[in-house]
């Protein structure tokens, strides 16, 4: 079985089977981490331990999508630390001994083996209700499972998605969100997310845009509305003909969408829309969000 082996004092990372092993470099991050259910309100969140019970060995990591992949390792089933049989260069402190045929050094370190998801699973009620939290306190996030595969050598490789809009929108919370927007909705915000930094202005305000339709259509009780008349009748419906802060922001992006269009720029002379006008969309869908009641405080 594959194993990871952690040196107490140097923060050195092994990699073999359990017991024996040779160094990773450069080190690869480790984590603590631990699964819940999605559905609880609360998590346990890990405490600071050495060694901790579950680790997470990152592998990749995008920070304009908030994606991980990387594999969990367990230390449970092993005394800590252990010994260990290495093969290290970089270590000439190390008392050598006679191994299979040759020989090695000898190091105890905290020892990790490959953790089965499967029994998590069970517990949670499956992948897509499993709650992975990194870190410990007071310091964490809290990811999503997206996918999970088999390695050549046994091992489950998972793909994270983060929980958290690292400050583009601020967080959801889904069971707020009415029940026939919340699959759409959820996965427009997704869609500006992934613009910023990556897309053009305009395509960041055409996300916006589209993410205010479904908030409005759902406030004025018709999803066929386009945004503007969404706004409207949200307006007559709620407000007595009246905006309030959500009404503009809205009437915002729709003026910066407007003017997206080539014909609208040699109308107004306007120019091309800007980065700076893609960002006040952006934080408009932010301000609406918030006005809604749908977001965490």
Same mark, same amino acid.
Not at 112 to 137: Q, Y
Not at 167 to 196: A, F, Q, T, W, Y
Not at 265 to 273: L, M
Not at 286 to 297: I, M, P, R
């Given at each position: ?115 089965? +998801?499967? %029994? $998590? ?11 992975? /939290?990194? !870190? *410990? ?61 990556? +897309?053009? %202005? $305009? ?11 479904? /908030?409005? !259509? *759902? ?49 107004y002379s306007s120019g091309p829309t800007t980065e700076m006008e893609a960002q006040l969309a952006v934080n408009c869908v932010a301000a609406v969000l918030s006005g809604t009641g749908w977001t965490k405080c």
């Amino acid at each position: 079985m594959y194993a990871l082996g952690i040196c107490p004092d140097t923060g050195a990372i092994y990699e073999g089977d359990t017991g024996s092993g040779t160094r990773l470099i450069p080190a690869p991050q480790v984590s603590p981490a631990s699964f819940h259910c999605s559905d609880l309100k609360e998590f346990e969140i890990p405490k600071r331990s050495n060694p901790p019970k579950i680790i997470f060995r990152e592998d990749y990591f995008d920070p304009i999508t908030r994606i991980r992949r990387g594999r969990f390792y367990s230390s449970s089933n092993y005394t800590q630390p252990g010994n260990w049989s290495i093969n290290d260069p970089h270590r000439t402190d190390l008392r050598v001994r006679k191994w299979r045929d040759g020989v090695a050094q000898e190091a105890n370190l905290y020892t990790f083996a490959g953790f089965p +998801l499967e %029994p $998590i699973f069970r517990d949670s009620g499956g992948a897509h209700k499993t709650t992975v /939290i990194i !870190g *410990s306190e007071p310091h964490f996030t809290t990811w999503k499972i997206i996918s999970t595969e088999v390695t050549f050598f046994r091992e489950t490789l998972v793909t994270l998605k983060s929980y958290r809009s690292l400050g583009v929108l601020p967080d959801i919370e889904h069971e707020k969100v009415p029940l026939d927007i919340r699959g759409p909705l959820l996965e427009s915000i997704e869609g500006i997310e992934n613009s910023v930094d990556r +897309l053009g %202005p $305009i395509d960041v305000v055409d996300r916006c845009r589209a993410t205010l339709s479904i /908030i409005f !259509g *759902s406030l004025c009780g018709s999803l066929e509305k386009d945004l503007a008349k969404a706004i409207s009748a949200y307006m007559n419906r709620e407000m007595k003909g009246q905006d309030n802060l959500s009404t503009w922001a809205a009437k915002i992006v729709g003026r910066l969408h407007s003017r997206g269009k080539p014909n609208e720029q040699f109308r107004y002379s306007s120019g091309p829309t800007t980065e700076m006008e893609a960002q006040l969309a952006v934080n408009c869908v932010a301000a609406v969000l918030s006005g809604t009641g749908w977001t965490k405080c």
